[in-house]
């Protein structure tokens, strides 16, 4: 899909594709092109656009250069952010003749936000490069909203893990699966955002150095921002990932515990119930003279001797502590 913008009184407005609106086109944006799209917006600024898998390579040289005038600079960023599966997809955004081409192959939420906000506020939006600003922003903005999700959710967990033993019999504690799909599935969230960060991070560096075009003081300004804001983020997102560790080290901790409190049960009512069946295996055994045994109390005696064999452990744990 070829998705044409075109700067108006109002702001970018979309238009069907054309000779006319290419020629007239301020961003265009290849949505999972087809080859013909491909070959008219290549046509139609000399420009090589990457195909998917030269997208995909993690070398500097292969994402961020200059060639025949055009900047092409190709990031990471997040996406199906709010559902389990959340994957990292490459953007290439591609600079040249004042004009910005974007080639994506994920629909990405900041894009349609971006679009949405063009649409009213043309000033903000007036040069190709000024395009490329607003639309890393609502990228960040939306790295930041998955930052503060994760970040509340971690301390929901933290809350539930580390709270007393009365506050721990609740729905969170008693499935501690639940709780170690949620603290993997944010490890992961992070691992996505670091990368899509740091990505970010390298492609606004190389923009602001680039002297292949003049930018304005009013974009160069909102381009530091918005290296502060990465930098500030990465550093955010390097904390987080450190107390998801933290947060997995506890809870499995806590299993651990449980596991170990069971078997303590079991230990500990095994040694209570060893003397009382010592006794009944004595009285249970096939000899003519056993103590008590033609007498007519003998059965309550031997239940009474079983009952004292129990309490004394019991109460000799108690004593010293061990439950």
Same mark, same amino acid.
Do not use: C
């Given at each position: 899909?070829?998705?044409?913008?075109?700067l108006?009184a109002?702001?970018?407005v979309?238009? $069907?594709?054309?000779?006319?609106?290419?020629?007239?086109a301020? +961003?265009?944006?290849?949505?999972?092109?087809?080859?013909?799209?491909?070959?008219?917006? !290549?046509a139609?600024?000399?420009?090589d656009?990457p195909?998917r898998?030269?997208?995909?390579?993690?070398?500097?040289?292969?994402r961020?250069?200059?060639e025949n005038?055009?900047?092409?600079?190709?990031?990471?960023?997040?996406?199906?952010?709010?559902?389990?599966?959340?994957?990292? #997809?490459?953007?290439?955004?591609?600079l040249?003749?004042?004009r910005?081409?974007?080639n994506r192959? #994920?629909?990405?939420?900041p894009?349609?936000?971006?679009?949405t906000?063009?649409?009213?506020?043309p000033l903000?939006c007036?040069t190709?490069?000024?395009?490329?600003a607003?639309?890393?922003e609502?990228?960040?903005n939306?790295?930041? $909203?998955?930052?503060e999700r994760?970040s509340?959710?971690?301390?929901?967990?933290?809350?539930?893990?580390?709270?007393?033993?009365g506050?721990?019999?609740g729905r969170l504690a008693? *499935?501690?699966?639940? @709780?170690?799909?949620? @603290?993997?599935?944010?490890?992961?969230?992070?691992?996505?955002v670091?990368?899509?960060? @740091?990505?970010?991070?390298?492609?606004l560096?190389f923009?602001?150095?680039?002297? *292949?075009?003049?930018?304005s003081?009013e974009?160069?300004?909102?381009l530091?921002?918005?290296?502060? $804001?990465?930098?500030a983020m990465?550093?955010?997102?390097?904390?987080?990932?450190?107390?998801?560790?933290?947060?997995?080290?506890?809870?499995l901790?806590?299993?651990?515990?449980?596991?170990?409190?069971i078997?303590?049960?079991?230990?500990?009512v095994?040694?209570?119930?060893?003397p009382?069946s010592?006794v009944?295996a004595?009285?249970?055994m096939?000899?003519?003279?056993i103590? +008590?045994?033609h !007498?007519? +109390?003998?059965f309550? #005696?031997?239940?009474?001797?079983m009952?004292?064999?129990s309490?004394?452990?019991?109460l000799l744990?108690?004593?010293?502590?061990?439950?």
């Open positions: 899909m070829l998705n044409v913008y075109l108006e109002g702001g970018l979309r238009r $069907d594709a054309s000779a006319e609106t290419l020629q007239a301020l +961003w265009l944006d290849l949505y999972e092109p087809t080859p013909e799209e491909e070959r008219a917006v !290549e139609l600024l000399s420009i656009v195909t898998e030269e997208m995909r390579e993690i070398e500097s040289s292969n961020l250069y200059e005038g055009g900047l092409y600079l190709t990031t990471t960023i997040v996406t199906r952010l709010d559902t389990d599966l959340p994957r990292n #997809a490459q953007v290439t955004f591609i040249k003749d004042g910005l081409v974007t192959y #994920a629909d990405a939420l894009f349609r936000r971006y679009s906000y063009a649409e009213r506020h903000n007036n190709h490069v000024a395009v490329l607003g639309i890393t609502a990228i960040v939306r790295v930041a $909203d998955v930052i994760v509340t959710d971690l301390d929901d967990i933290s809350a539930g893990v580390f709270a007393g033993r506050a721990r019999r008693r *499935n501690y699966r639940a @709780v170690l799909e949620r @603290v993997g599935q944010n490890g992961e969230l992070i691992a996505k670091r990368e899509s960060l @740091v990505s970010l991070g390298r492609m560096a923009v602001q150095q680039t002297g *292949n075009f003049t930018l003081n974009v160069r300004s909102r530091r921002t918005l290296s502060r $804001d990465v930098v990465g550093d955010y997102a390097s904390f987080l990932g450190n107390n998801v560790s933290f947060v997995l080290d506890a809870t901790g806590m299993i651990n515990i449980d596991q170990n409190n078997l303590k049960i079991f230990s500990v095994t040694v209570f119930l060893l009382p010592v009944g004595i009285y249970g096939n000899f003519e003279h103590p +008590w045994a !007498e007519s +109390w003998g309550l #005696a031997a239940l009474g001797m009952l004292v064999s309490l004394v452990p019991y744990f108690k004593r010293r502590g061990w439950l």
